[in-house]
């Protein structure tokens, strides 16, 4: 939206369709409330200047709510207000309510009159900036392409801030919408906090004194059920939505007020990625993976970085009167997606996120706006899926996945840990060899993992597996690094959906398709190896980038 422009933007949020269990006919369907939405969020995307408008606070969140999350809310299983958390201008007959509307600002609902009022329910956006101290402007480096860290953290545009809460539970949404940091998550007592900084504390230690919350959803979709956790390692453009029950925690320590810190325990020194220093003065060797895999736990600061101060203080007989929520584990929340099956998958594509040329690339080409490489045939309800591998080249970095337009499940993590020893290229190494991949699927939980996902974290020399199904819109549509400056600099691609039965995504190129990076089953007369690459086609790639710089095919064949 160029100055002094504007557009505007329709949102329908419709569901995409399944065919309902038992339909006798195709035209039996119904939506599929599994891919209903949740915690969104929104940000700026000019293309070249992502990491720019992003590092100045252009970000938002973006709150959805299906009719069974509200009851959820009404019925006090999740935190809130009751029904008076969830009203409905028309049904609750608010239209003739005089108090309805600010005094001062019409059109507007006056303060807690909003059809959405939840004070138990708190989303918190987490940016770090590098604050001129002469100007009080935020400071960005046009010509830093490796990824954005700041030292001074903000929680929706304050740094440091203090929040005051009481002795219930809460629902907190952290969203990552930091450039290029990655954090992990914990809350501590405040005499813990404190120790942590005389003392330092290593991961075991720090283990033994973060406090228990539960988790109920990732991303954009909330869980079927919670799972608890101590710790949670959110990525660029990540969300995590959590339950704290601060009755819970300070139950045990003494009279309130009590303080307690939500702090970052992940070391992270530059755009590269999270890492830790080792005992020989420095040199940098890369964590395994975006949470702890047995035997290799990931590294953590001794000193955690405090990012909020929550302040426990006692409800007042107002508050009391409201039920407390009544989440625990086995509690039911969203409809468990079913797994997408094999026998679902249409069409297996690889995707190779690295380094090349100075800058960031996908399947050894950068960025350009006129072509898509992939073009997944458009299924207008869930007969047929894709399964997408997505490959880190390595050299250390790690790369945040996010695509647009459809969620997907995880299918399986592997993890090449020998090659974390590669990383001084400035360039992903040549790989020379196949990798060694370990199979680490099994440190994500089932509910997890079956949930529905818009990012994935490719930590480095790390393979994912994810399926999903295109259905409803055409495009085109992006997918990226969410490293900000890494797809400034060209590590993003389109795809576009092309429907009809007929349109072969393995073969046939849509029209403003230049070629598919397909493998497997992309085999045809012109593309006899199968392997990673582009289709013949009737002009050169624009730009022209080698496309053997996308490597041989490393995915050894999927049983059919």
């Given at each position: 939206v160029l100055q002094g422009k504007a557009r505007d933007y329709f949102y329908p949020n419709i569901l995409p369709l399944k065919h309902r269990e038992g339909g006798?006919?195709?035209?039996?369907?119904?939506?599929?409330?599994?891919?209903?939405?949740?915690?969104?969020?929104?940000?700026?995307?000019?293309?070249?200047?992502?990491?720019?408008?992003?590092?100045?606070?252009?970000?938002?969140?973006?709150?959805?709510?299906?009719?069974?999350?509200?009851?959820?809310?009404r019925e006090g299983v999740l935190p809130g207000l009751g029904p008076q958390s969830?009203?409905?201008?028309?049904?609750?007959?608010?239209?003739?309510?005089?108090?309805?509307?600010?005094?001062?600002?019409?059109?507007?609902?006056?303060?807690?009159?909003?059809?959405?009022?939840?004070?138990?329910?708190?989303?918190?956006?987490?940016?770090?900036?590098?604050?001129?101290?002469?100007?009080?402007?935020?400071?960005?480096?046009?010509?830093?392409?490796?990824?954005?860290?700041?030292?001074?953290?903000?929680?929706?545009?304050?740094?440091?801030?203090?929040?005051?809460v009481v002795d219930r539970k809460y629902r907190l949404r952290l969203l990552n919408g930091s450039n290029a940091r990655v954090y992990r998550f914990r809350i501590l007592s405040e005499a813990d906090f404190l120790r942590t900084q005389r003392e330092g504390l290593d991961h075991e230690e720090l283990e033994a004194a973060a406090k228990p919350f539960y988790q109920i959803g990732k991303d954009s979709c909330l869980w079927s059920q919670p799972r608890t956790r101590k710790s949670v390692v959110v990525a660029m453009a990540n969300r995590v939505d959590l339950i704290v029950d601060f009755a819970e925690l300070t139950k045990d320590a003494g009279p309130l007020p009590q303080v307690f810190y939500l702090v970052n325990t992940m070391p992270q020194f530059d755009g590269r990625g999270p890492k830790a220093k080792l005992e020989d003065g420095g040199d940098p060797r890369v964590l395994p993976l975006p949470f702890d895999v047995p035997g290799r736990p990931l590294v953590e600061l001794d000193r955690p970085i405090a990012l909020v101060k929550f302040v426990v203080g006692p409800?007042?007989?107002?508050?009391?009167?409201?039920?407390?929520?009544?989440?625990?584990?086995?509690?039911?929340?969203?409809?468990?997606?079913?797994?997408?099956?094999?026998?679902?998958?249409?069409?297996?594509?690889?995707?190779?996120?690295?380094?090349?040329?100075?800058?960031?690339?996908?399947?050894?080409?950068?960025?350009?706006?006129?072509?898509?490489?992939?073009?997944?045939?458009?299924?207008?309800?869930?007969?047929?899926?894709?399964?997408?591998?997505?490959?880190?080249?390595?050299?250390?970095?790690?790369?945040?996945?996010?695509?647009?337009?459809?969620?997907?499940?995880?299918?399986?993590?592997?993890?090449?840990?020998?090659?974390?020893?590669?990383?001084?290229?400035?360039?992903?190494?040549?790989?020379?060899?196949?990798?060694?991949?370990?199979?680490?699927?099994?440190?994500?939980?089932?509910?997890?993992?079956?949930?529905?996902?818009?990012?994935?974290?490719?930590?480095?020399?790390?393979?994912?597996?994810?399926?999903?199904?295109?259905?409803?819109?055409?495009?085109?549509?992006?997918?990226?690094?969410h490293n900000v400056e890494h797809e400034d600099m060209r590590m993003m691609s389109n795809f576009e959906l092309v429907p009809g039965e007929a349109h072969d995504p393995n073969v046939v190129p849509a029209a403003r398709t230049h070629g598919n990076a397909v493998t497997l089953n992309g085999r045809s007369p012109a593309n006899p190896g199968g392997r990673v690459g582009e289709l013949e086609w009737d002009s050169p790639p624009v730009p022209g980038t080698p496309i053997d710089e996308a490597g041989d095919a490393l995915i050894p064949p999927r049983p059919r």
């Open positions: 006798v006919d195709e035209r039996d369907v119904e939506p599929e409330i599994e891919e209903s939405l949740s915690t969104l969020w929104y940000h700026d995307h000019a293309m070249d200047i992502t990491g720019f408008s992003v590092s100045k606070g252009l970000a938002g969140f973006a709150l959805f709510y299906t009719d069974w999350e509200l009851k959820l809310i969830c009203l409905d201008p028309d049904q609750d007959a608010l239209a003739d309510d005089p108090g309805l509307e600010h005094p001062d600002h019409p059109g507007y609902y006056a303060p807690g009159r909003e059809p959405f009022h939840n004070p138990y329910d708190l989303p918190m956006v987490f940016q770090d900036k590098v604050i001129d101290p002469a100007t009080g402007q935020v400071v960005y480096d046009t010509d830093g392409h490796n990824g954005y860290l700041g030292d001074t953290f903000f929680v929706n545009g304050e740094p440091w801030p203090q929040k005051q409800q007042t007989a107002e508050q009391r009167l409201v039920p407390e929520a009544t989440v625990m584990i086995g509690t039911s929340l969203a409809p468990f997606r079913k797994p997408i099956p094999a026998a679902d998958v249409k069409v297996v594509r690889e995707f190779i996120f690295e380094r090349g040329k100075g800058a960031w690339q996908v399947n050894g080409r950068f960025y350009d706006p006129t072509i898509a490489i992939a073009a997944p045939t458009l299924v207008m309800t869930d007969r047929a899926a894709e399964e997408w591998v997505l490959r880190n080249g390595g050299g250390g970095w790690w790369h945040p996945i996010h695509i647009h337009l459809e969620s997907h499940q995880l299918v399986s993590y592997e993890k090449d840990f020998e090659a974390d020893e590669v990383i001084e290229a400035p360039d992903a190494p040549r790989r020379a060899r196949q990798p060694r991949l370990v199979d680490v699927t099994g440190s994500v939980p089932e509910v997890g993992s079956a949930g529905n996902h818009d990012t994935q974290v490719l930590g480095p020399n790390t393979v994912v597996r994810i399926r999903m199904r295109f259905r409803t819109w055409r495009g085109p549509f992006v997918f990226h690094c």
